[in-house]
């Protein structure tokens, strides 16, 4: 997928050091396509990395997709250079006219937070009640997901006796859902979360659906009944190191933590992690792109938040 992106991203290197096909502002004008519009609240502290793990993953069908990244402005992002805040990223009070195809809110380091006591809540309920008329179909990741469950249909998360960590396989509870075409029926995918959303309750909700669990990690994914939203509880954008480096971080700060389980080679540190969740991963964002973006967003955009009708989003 060519990804359209500005010229001076870091990630630009990264991703064509890795044969990714990424286009630039320069290439993309010459080109009379109407590309998908893909706006990424990025949470995440360190939002370099992010950003790459996020653009690998959404380029791997024929679709063109412009990719724009906003940040809160409520928050004080420490960990990333303000000039690349300034150069590469909107704030909502930029976007809040436009609308855009699809939609990706990440996971945040504030799961053991109560949502409201979070700093940018009141902005990002904001921006979730905006997403409804603007955006066609909204992502949301790991703790992404936990506030969207929450905010949308009033299920709260939990705090876990410990932390969950490591790479697990998730079971297929809806193969017919495009979202999971092409996969096994069960597979592997990372998560790193000191907090679950029960599927007890999820399950009481009429306009929600679980596509995908794990028996050890509990929820994996969840979709309203409308197509409109969709879930992950865990974080299939991470890299093979992600899972090695959180935990070396953790070791260093004397918390003590357990290895991240089905993740090093013999559960040893000293060993290489093995991949086990990268084709699963890339498989998901390219069927929701293309199945629940592409494939069903007008071609005008500005017809998005029309009315449709219910039928058009069952899938």
């Not at 990333?80 to 590469?88: C, I, N, Y």
């Not at 997403?131 to 949308?152: D, E, M, P």
């Amino acid at each position: 997928m060519p990804i359209k992106i500005p010229d001076q991203l870091p990630a630009v290197e990264i991703l064509e050091n890795e044969n990714i096909f990424v286009m630039t502002e320069k290439r993309a004008i010459h080109q009379d396509i109407r590309p998908l519009r893909l706006l990424i609240l990025n949470l995440m502290p360190t939002k370099e990395v992010t950003e790459t793990q996020l653009l690998r993953k959404l380029s791997n069908t024929p679709l063109q997709i412009e990719v724009e990244f906003m940040r809160t402005a409520s928050h004080n992002a420490k960990n990333t250079d303000a000039r690349h805040l300034e150069t590469f990223y909107t704030t909502f009070d930029s976007v809040r006219s436009r609308r855009f195809d699809g939609m990706i809110i990440t996971g945040a380091p504030v799961e053991t937070l109560p949502f409201r006591d979070v700093d940018y809540w009141a902005e990002l309920t904001q921006i979730m009640d905006w997403s409804a008329k603007n955006v066609y179909s909204t992502l949301h990741i790991c703790w992404g997901a936990q506030a969207g469950l929450y905010y949308h249909y009033g299920v709260d998360k939990r705090l876990l006796p410990k932390k969950i960590s490591g790479v697990y396989a998730q079971r297929v509870m809806k193969p017919t859902s495009p979202l999971f075409r092409g996969f096994d029926s069960v597979f592997m995918a990372p998560h790193s979360r000191y907090t679950e959303t029960s599927a007890e309750l999820v399950a009481r909700v009429p306009e929600l659906e679980i596509l995908a669990s794990s028996d050890t990690a509990g929820l994996y994914a969840v979709k309203s009944t409308d197509s409109r939203r969709f879930f992950i509880m865990g974080h299939p954008e991470y890299d093979a190191q992600t899972l090695g480096l959180e935990y070396a971080r953790d070791v260093a700060a004397g918390i003590n933590p357990e290895i991240p389980e089905n993740y090093f080679e013999n559960d040893d540190p000293a060993c290489p992690p093995c991949v086990t969740w990268r084709a699963h991963a890339q498989l998901l964002y390219s069927n929701w792109l293309n199945y629940y973006v592409y494939q069903s967003t007008p071609y005008d955009i500005n017809q998005i938040g029309a009315a449709e009708s219910a039928e058009d989003w069952v899938i």
